[in-house]
Every structure is written in C-alpha cells, then in structure tokens.
C-alpha cells in the first residue's frame, strides 16, 4: 500500500488530505481517488469525489463506502447519487464520482471514503479522509439600543469575537420576515452598520428579531439572532411614502421601507 499526503499551509494554516492505495494483487481492476478533491468539506452542500477506475476483467464491482471516525459504515444513507457500478468495458479508464448528501456530514469530524473493486472475495480499495469544516465559532450578536420606534431610531448592529481558522470572516445583518430573512446591504468585513428598522418584521411577545450570519472563506457558516424592543411608529402610509422619496435609495433603504409599507395598517387608508 502507498499513502500519499497532500499539505497545504499558508501562515500558521495548515490543511491536510491523506490518500491510501492499495493495489490489487489478482490484477482485476484499479481504483484511485482523485487526490486534487479538497479534503474540506461544507456540510450544508453536496460533496463531490471522484474517482478513476479501470477493469481488466469481466463482473468486477466498484462500490463506494464512508466510514465514521469510529470506522462504522455509513454509506448507505449518505449518498445522493449512485455508489456502486460494474464496467462493461475492459482496460478504458472511466471517471466514477460520488456524491455524500448536503447536510449529511457532522461539523469537525473526520471520515474515511473508500472506494472499493474486486470480484467475490478478491478486492482492493482507494480512499480519502475528508476533514469536515467547523464554522465561525460563537461570538457575541449585540444590538444598541435595545429598544426603539421602527422607522426613526437608528440602531447599531455589532458582531464581536468570531473566529475561524478559514479566513476571512464575512457579516450579513437583517432580520427576519415571514418565509425567510431580509438582508441589510450585502456580504461584507465590516462587523457593524447602522441603521433604521421597519414594522413589518416577525414580532415574538412584542420583540422584533434580528439576525447576523457570519460566512467563513469555504462557506462554514453561522447565524444568530438578537431581539429588539421595537414599537411601532404609527405613521401612516402616505407618511411612509413620503419618508420613502426623502431616502438616500440605497438597497437598504429601499428594503426597510418596502418592508414598512407591506406592513403598514390598513386603518391608515
């Protein structure tokens, strides 16, 4: 068998993907993963690898597996496309991928993918340790104030203390609306902004949820939520177009008031 490791550093970084082969030695097909697959992978997407194989001989079956840290196979579940397939041309290196689902593996947590050939009890295997990434760790999410009227008081959004080991660090601030998030501004370094906050938002026993979403460089991410105080502002909707053409335009401003107005009480009208 030959184990062949592939270090990557820069700085005080390292990763590292670590490729055994074992040659089969009936000679009735080769398998070998491909070493350029990163060994990192984000869990909330689909992991590709690939591999190339060839047979020398009729009936030999490639079958993919992963193996947990403890070395139990959990391969059965865990692919979304097909993991097992029998060549029907001899001596042609034929490309095999695999696909390991999104949201299947576990955060921080090594597993060894192995892809097996062989006929009966004849077989040999390739495989790749996959390294799993961990995400931004838990910082602090801080809103000041905690207390405001939507549309006139101007809030200051703070994300504090996170790390990776997969820099840089991105922010995304918003809040929540019904069916999803409504994002102020777009991906950035910038751990703050300032800003005003609309009615129409998602209220639990009268609090207003914010949000922050921190990205690492592989796309390892995290979300938190901060609860404002927020009281209405009882203007009406012609108040909130006007307020609405005063504006700067900007895609932030745009959002809130649009966000306002969908919101807006209908006794105004």
């Not at 082969?21 to 869990?43: E, L, M, Q, R, W």
């Not at 909707?237 to 335009?249: H, I, K, R, Y």
Request: proline residues 3%; glycine residues 6%.
């Amino acid at each position: 068998d030959m184990n062949f490791i592939l270090t990557v550093r820069k700085g005080n970084r390292q990763n590292q993907a670590v490729i055994t082969v074992f040659v089969n030695s009936s000679g009735d097909c080769n398998a070998i993963v491909n070493p350029t697959h990163t060994s990192i992978s984000k869990i909330s997407s689909k992991t590709r690898i690939s591999a190339l194989i060839t047979s020398m001989k009729p009936s030999v079956l490639f079958l993919w597996s992963l193996f947990d840290a403890s070395g139990l196979n959990i391969g059965n579940s865990s692919f979304s496309s097909v993991s097992s397939l029998t060549l029907s041309k001899l001596n042609q290196i034929t490309a095999f991928e695999v696909v390991i689902r999104a949201n299947f593996l576990q955060s921080s947590t090594y597993y060894n993918l192995r892809l097996s050939c062989g006929r009966g009890s004849t077989s040999s295997y390739s495989s790749i340790m996959i390294v799993t990434n961990t995400p931004p760790q838990p910082g602090e999410f801080i809103v000041s104030p905690t207390e405001g009227v939507s549309l006139f008081t101007k809030f200051h959004f703070y994300a504090k203390y996170w790390s990776s080991s997969e820099l840089p660090l991105l922010y995304e601030f918003g809040f929540l609306v019904e069916g999803g998030k409504m994002i102020l501004g777009t991906k950035s370094e910038l751990a703050f902004i300032s800003t005003i906050l609309p009615s129409g938002g998602i209220f639990t026993n009268g609090y207003f949820s914010s949000v922050l979403l921190i990205y690492d460089s592989i796309g390892g991410n995290s979300t938190e939520i901060f609860d404002i105080k927020l009281l209405p502002s009882n203007s009406t909707v012609s108040e909130l177009q006007n307020m609405f053409s005063l504006s700067t335009n900007s895609l932030v401003s745009v959002s809130i008031y649009v966000t306002a107005l969908n919101g807006a009480n209908c006794t105004f009208f």
